[in-house]
């Protein structure tokens, strides 16, 4: 007969796992080379107590996760301020430490009592919190962890508002071009995420911070580093394209300063996103876009070097225009260049000049997969406008 002298180890309840943990941080406060020990022991108290929150909430890999305690949890930790604690005490967790918290921050984030998020609820009472983790962008042993738990907060429109209208956002112009790869690269889809994820507010906070933000994301799209410029114009198309910000849009490509800096780029580097070029030019019926177009020298785009004789300068870029309006055809806005029906006289002019060679161009393109059917509609429509403006007598005088 066997006999154990120890009862196995009741399970902590969530008051008490929040508690353990409260305490084992604050126990951390201890920095004199006297309590080295103490520190130590601390410190494993806190690995420990996060594993023990880890498998309440995401379970063990063997028992699934209660969800009452889940919920309980979330509300203590919240009760118990240990969002606060963690947060701050960021910057001296152990690498495993860190790990299981990033872990942890989604789940309890994302924890409904009573249908309110608690924990989201208690980060709106201590906004602070969202600046100290911004910040920590500059800290490259936890930034990472910090991009994670930032774009875990981007996720609810509340945070994401306070973010966009703090002081601590224009930091992010600085973080995306750090010399640290990854530190950069996530500082930038942290970045992409605030402008993406919620478009109303983006829109807001685009229509009153209008010239001091497009200041800044000049500097990005003329960086000298290539990544930085790629990635700037890629998601410009991304949140300039959304529908609430269409009055953004507009104003942004009417402005000549900015429009130069697209032409610069596309001149340069033949490679980057046709979205971004195409909604250079979506406008063109406003008098700043035509005389930008019929001022710019001859280019040599990489996508149109196959060109056996050397066109005028509006040609090429009517052919790079067309371009982009059949390798992406889901933009179906882009066909206003030639089937607007209150095109400017100066494209109608430009149209009727190289009809012949633009309809060459057209009549050389074709679809591709799913979209085939609409390629061919929408490039019908255009030829037979192209057709209908090279007749147009009034423009031969």
Not at 4 to 11: E, G, N, V
Not at 84 to 104: F, M, Y
Not at 169 to 183: H, I, Q
Request: glycine share 2%; proline share 3%; net charge negative.
């Amino acid at each position: 007969m066997s006999f154990s002298f120890f009862k196995p180890s009741r399970p902590k309840t969530p008051p008490e796992v929040a508690k353990a943990i409260k305490d084992s941080l604050n126990a951390l406060d201890t920095k004199t080379v006297a309590e080295v020990k103490a520190l130590e022991k601390a410190m494993e108290e806190v690995e420990k107590n996060f594993v023990t929150m880890r498998c309440m909430l995401s379970g063990d890999g063997e028992v699934e996760p209660n969800v009452e305690q889940v919920s309980q949890l979330a509300l203590e930790i919240s009760k118990e301020d240990v969002i606060s604690l963690v947060v701050h005490k960021l910057p001296i967790l152990g690498w495993e430490a860190r790990k299981d918290l990033v872990h942890c921050w989604s789940i309890l984030l994302k924890q409904q009592v009573d249908s309110k998020y608690c924990c989201v609820e208690y980060i709106e009472k201590h906004l602070e919190l969202l600046d100290f983790l911004v910040v920590c962008y500059d800290n490259k042993e936890i930034a990472l962890n910090c991009g994670n738990m930032l774009r875990e907060c981007i996720k609810f429109p509340s945070l994401a508002q306070y973010i966009l209208n703090s002081a601590s956002f224009v930091l992010f112009f600085k973080f995306v071009e750090l010399p640290n790869f990854d530190v950069a690269s996530d500082a930038f889809s942290t970045f992409k995420d605030i402008l993406t994820k919620h478009a109303s507010l983006v829109a807001e906070y685009l229509t009153g911070h209008y010239d001091e933000f497009f200041d800044l994301y000049e500097k990005l799209l003329t960086s000298s580093n290539y990544v930085t410029r790629r990635q700037s114009l890629k998601l410009l198309s991304d949140f300039l394209l959304e529908a609430p910000n269409v009055q953004i849009m507009k104003r942004y490509i009417l402005e000549v300063r900015y429009l130069k800096i697209m032409m610069t780029l596309l001149r340069v580097h033949s490679n980057f996103s046709f979205s971004m070029i195409w909604l250079v030019f979506i406008d063109l019926n406003h008098p700043s876009v035509v005389l930008m177009l019929l001022e710019l020298e001859s280019v040599g785009y990489g996508y149109v070097s196959d060109m056996s004789t050397r066109f005028s300068r509006v040609l090429c870029i009517c052919k790079v225009l067309l371009n982009i309006i059949f390798q992406y055809p889901c933009l179906s806005n882009g066909r206003v260049f030639v089937a607007n029906p209150n095109k400017p006289r100066e494209i109608k002019i430009i149209l009727a000049k190289n009809h012949e060679k633009l309809l060459e161009l057209l009549n050389s393109l074709s679809g591709k997969g799913a979209e085939d059917e609409q390629f061919e509609e929408e490039k019908e429509l255009i030829i037979k406008e192209i057709e209908k403006v090279s007749r147009l007598q009034s423009l031969k005088s």
